[in-house]
């Protein structure tokens, strides 16, 4: 047995298990009322567009939680040494020379 919830069972658990779904319900929410404008209850036509910006994070949330494996940490500095640091070493050059 392994895994980062081994040592959780019962109350401690359900309490986990809880606070991460409660992060696809709260944290869509905010995010649309931080960068998307919130929403207004003007109108029926404001609040199906606030449901509906909302629901299109919450099925990105979804597809990037089911979409990706977990990544052991030997892929993860794989990935990062061959593509992540020299993008960022370019970025820096070309932030410096002001393009």
Do not use: Q
């Amino acid at each position: 047995v392994e895994g980062p919830l081994m040592e959780y069972s019962g109350p401690l658990l359900a309490f986990w298990k809880l606070a991460h779904y409660m992060m696809y319900v709260f944290l869509p929410m905010l995010l649309v009322i931080l960068f998307w404008g919130g929403m207004s209850f003007a109108s029926f036509g404001t609040i199906m567009a606030g449901i509906g910006k909302y629901l299109l994070i919450v099925v990105v949330m979804i597809l990037i939680r089911n979409t990706n494996p977990r990544v052991r940490i030997d892929t993860a500095i794989n990935f990062f040494w061959k593509w992540a640091s020299p993008l960022a070493l370019i970025a820096v050059i070309l932030a410096i020379i002001g393009v």
